[in-house]
Every structure is written in C-alpha cells, then in structure tokens.
C-alpha cells in the first residue's frame, strides 16, 4: 500500500517535531519552509530560544491542556535524554524566585490540587533558602528542569526527520494552499499520492489578525552554569539564566515586548540583563570577576528575537481549507478542498509544548 502523504509547513520546533512523529508513524511527509535548522531570522523563533522546562500553576481548564501537552513533552525529553544522548538534553535542578508570593505557587493544598506540586523533584524552598542579595524576593521553589542546546536540538531532529524519508522544500509562501501546489507538482514527479493534509506549523508566518510577536532581547554567554535560575520581578519582568549543553554556554535574559517591532538592541536592556544575571547568581563568573561593564560575563551574542504570539494562545485544531484548483484537462477552475491542522501560535512555550502537539497533530491526522 502506498504511503498516506503529509506536508507540513514550517521548520521550528513544532513542524519539526510533527514531521518526526507522524514519520515515524509511517506516513510519507514533506516539510516546505522558508526557513530551516541552521538559518537564523529575528522571525524564526526556535534556535533564538533559551530553552527550558518552565512549569505553571493550572488555575483555568486551558491551563490543564497545556499542563497536558507539557507533560507529554517532559516524558519523551526523558525519553530522548536516555536513547539519544546526542540530543544534549539535560535535566538539571531549577530555581524561581518571585517578588510577589502567589498562594496557586506555594499553597500546600493548592499546589497540590492545581499540578503544579507534581513535576519531579518539586519543593517550595525554605526562607533561609531565598537569596541574600535581593529583600524583594518572597518565595522560592524548586524543580527538576530539562534544558537543551535549541541550535544542536533543531539540527538533530531534521536529521532524525530525514531517517525517516522526510523531504524538505525550501520555499516562501504567499498562502496555504500554495503548499499543495508545490507538494503536488514533486510528488506526480516521483509518482506517489495525494496530499491527505496540511500541518500548519507556521509559527507567526502569514496574517492571522490575532498573531502578533513580542520581541525578546537576551545575550548568550560562554559562562557555565550547573542550575536553571529565574526571578520574576513584582513589576512583571524576569532575570532568566539557562544553561546550553553541549558547549552552549549560558543563556541570559531577558525581555517581554510585545508588538514592538524593533531590530535594534538596546544597551540599556544589556546592562540591565547583564547585571541582572551577574548579581542573582555570582557562580556564573566565580573567579573571573572583573567588575567591568560585563561583570566578568564573557558575552559571545546580543541579540533580538520574536515570539510567536496569537490572542487566544496556541492555534491547535482541524479546519477544512476550500480552494480553486484546475481540472486534468487543464481548462476548467474546480473547487478542492483540503485537511488543515494548524498549531501555530505557541509563544513563549513553543519547546515546553512540542511533544505534546506533535501527538495531537497525529491523532488529528489519523482521523482523516
Ligand atoms: C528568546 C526566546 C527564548 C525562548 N525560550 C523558550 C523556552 O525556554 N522554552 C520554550 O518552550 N519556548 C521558548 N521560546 C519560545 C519558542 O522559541 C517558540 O515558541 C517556538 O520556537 C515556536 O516554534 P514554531 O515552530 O511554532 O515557530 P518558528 O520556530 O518561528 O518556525 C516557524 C517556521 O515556519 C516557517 N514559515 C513561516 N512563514 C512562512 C511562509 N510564509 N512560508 C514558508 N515558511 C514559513 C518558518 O520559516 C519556520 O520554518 C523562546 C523564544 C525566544 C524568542
Ligand atoms: C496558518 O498559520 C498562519 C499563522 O502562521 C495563519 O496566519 C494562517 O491563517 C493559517 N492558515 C490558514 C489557512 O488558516
Ligand atoms: C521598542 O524597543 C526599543 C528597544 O528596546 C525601544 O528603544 C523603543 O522605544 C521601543 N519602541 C516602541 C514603539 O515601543
Ligand atoms: C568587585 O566586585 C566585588 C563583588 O561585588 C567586590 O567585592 C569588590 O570590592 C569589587 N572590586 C572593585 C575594585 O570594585
């Protein structure tokens, strides 16, 4: 029997780790994209990320899908840690402060009941555990987190993707539909089916009204790190510091602005991050203090990025796309129509989440 035929529009992380799933499941899939692991684009999110585990308090029934989806990831990054240590996925201790104590985050019966005691290694860290260098901080918590290097990550699931018979297209699109075009004209070349579906995995790519970026400044530096440490401001900001296995150095940051469009960096957010980062957690320069503007932070990038955000929070569902095709004998318009899945929109959560929507992509497609 021939190969049921996927194409799936984007290489970030999530049309990624789609291909990879649904090629594993036996279908035929080609991914077209305009960008792929080892481009780099202040529009194409996924080598910009930190990355990392990050776990939230499920308060509203969508908090529970996502809940859902991040813990189905958690389980294959533990999963791919161990058959894949190529992945350079680490699971490393974690740390968050916060300037304001919400009960949802350390309430005992709360927690409890909200998910977000259930991630391994979890514990809301005694006062004596806070840190000495900023009064602001109130509470603190720990967890077990998953790092990983997005770059080497992005790389090694297009290779697993081509392990699989998985295609890619380089191509800029004006609309969806185009992809079935372009599928359509390679796969009467090589003689296989029809197009079943279409995987939407475009980020923030085309004009869906409710997508908008919010631009991220960080700085990758080559300081290790052994923890994941954050700190959420009481005025809404974060001090995050991630460590890149595999020779990534340490991730720093960061900015949330959302619907600023700016490719410029800005110097005041570099030394603000950078003394940020020096003063929350000192072991990240140890020795090496030279109290000069970097504080002994051996910065290798500044650099800008956006993420792909969406009103509403991440696209994931099935929508029956119409279009105009032409007919066999060339002359006549016809109406087609197409199975969409999209699972765009995923913000700052794209990695958290992927696994999770990778699986749910599948099952939308095996119900077709
Ligand atoms: C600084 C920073 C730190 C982050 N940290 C984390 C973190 O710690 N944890 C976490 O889970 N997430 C993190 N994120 C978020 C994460 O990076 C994104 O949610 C994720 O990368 C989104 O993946 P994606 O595949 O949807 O989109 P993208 O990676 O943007 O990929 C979109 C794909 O669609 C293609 N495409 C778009 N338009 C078109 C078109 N017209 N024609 C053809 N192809 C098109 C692009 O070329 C690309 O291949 C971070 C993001 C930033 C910027
Ligand atoms: C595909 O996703 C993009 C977001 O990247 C969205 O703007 C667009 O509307 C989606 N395509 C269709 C046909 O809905
Ligand atoms: C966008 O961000 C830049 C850099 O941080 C800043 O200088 C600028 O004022 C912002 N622009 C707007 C319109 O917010
Ligand atoms: C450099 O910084 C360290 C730590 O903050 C401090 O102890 C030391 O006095 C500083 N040295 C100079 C020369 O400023």
């Known amino acids: 029997m021939d190969k049921r035929h996927v194409v799936v529009i984007g290489a970030g992380v999530i049309g990624l780790s789609c291909a990879v799933q649904l090629a594993r499941q ?17 529009d194409y999110a996924s080598p910009w990320a930190g990355s990392h585990f990050r776990p939230v308090p499920a308060t509203k029934p969508e908090d529970r899908f996502e809940q859902e989806l991040m813990r189905e990831t958690y389980r294959e990054m533990e999963d791919l840690a161990d058959r894949h ?70 790389k ?39 197009v079943i579906a279409v995987i939407n995995a475009s980020g ?45 150095g340490t991730i720093i940051g960061g900015t949330k602005e959302p619907n600023n469009w700016s490719h410029s960096i800005s110097d005041t957010a570099t030394v603000s991050i950078l003394s940020r980062a020096f003063t929350l957690c000192p072991e990240l320069v140890g020795d090496s203090l030279d109290n000069g503007s970097s504080y002994g932070l051996d910065i290798r990038q500044v650099y800008i990025a956006r993420r792909p955000m969406r009103q509403g929070g991440l696209r994931l569902e099935r929508e029956d796309l119409a279009f105009q095709d032409t007919s066999e004998d060339g002359l006549r318009n016809v109406q087609n129509s197409i199975p969409v899945i999209h699972c765009y929109g995923a913000g700052p959560s794209g990695y958290k989440l992927s696994w999770g929507i990778a699986k749910r992509v599948e099952r939308f497609v095996s119900e077709i």
């Open 204 to 248: 923030r790519g085309f004009n869906d009204p409710k997508s908008f970026p919010s631009r991220g400044q960080f700085i990758a530096v080559s300081n290790p790190c052994q923890r994941m440490i954050s700190h959420h401001w009481a005025d809404g900001s974060t001090t995050v510091i991630i460590p890149r296995p595999l020779g990534g």
């Open 26 to 42: 036996g279908y035929q899939v080609t991914v077209v994209a305009r960008e792929i692991p080892g481009d780099y684009d202040i």
């Open 85 to 154: 240590p190529e992945t350079g996925i680490q699971f490393i201790p974690a740390i968050e402060y916060f300037d304001t104590a919400d009960p949802a985050y350390c309430d005992e019966k709360l927690v409890q009941e909200n998910g977000y005691a259930s991630w391994p290694g979890f514990r809301v860290l005694r006062s004596s555990e806070l840190p000495a260098q900023y009064e602001s901080i109130k509470l603190g918590v720990t967890y077990t987190a998953w790092v990983l290097n997005s770059p080497v990550y992005l």
């Open 156 to 194: 090694w699931l297009k290779d697993e993707a081509v392990k699989y018979g998985v295609s890619f297209i380089r191509a800029r699109l004006s609309a969806i539909e185009e992809a079935v075009f372009i599928c359509k004209e390679r796969l009467s070349a090589s003689g296989t089916d029809e």
